[in-house]
């Protein structure tokens, strides 16, 4: 059984967590993940914010949700090959 952690190795061990999620999120493919999920969750609000204003009904809303996934699945598999 492993001792109590001291201060320098909990330190140690939180830069190089620190190091490799400045890594990893330098990555293109993460970078190119994030946008398309940005851009779906931002027109998944402005779909919202229609059905709330009573701009669209709420089949409309759902139909657009469903269009939206549909763009995200293609765009995450086509990032994927």
């Known amino acids: 059984m492993a001792g109590p952690q001291t201060l320098d190795q909990i330190i140690e061990k939180e ?6 999620r400045e890594e990893y999120n330098k990555r293109p493919e993460v970078k190119d993940r994030r946008t398309l999920y940005n ?6 609000m402005k779909v ?6 009573g701009k669209i009904d709420k089949e409309e809303a759902e139909r657009q949700l469903g269009v939206l996934a549909e763009t995200y699945t293609e765009g995450i598999a086509s990032l994927k090959s």
């Open 48 to 53: 919202a914010k229609e059905y709330q204003d």
């Open 15 to 20: 830069q190089e967590r620190k190091a490799y």
């Open 39 to 44: 851009q779906k969750r931002n027109a998944e």
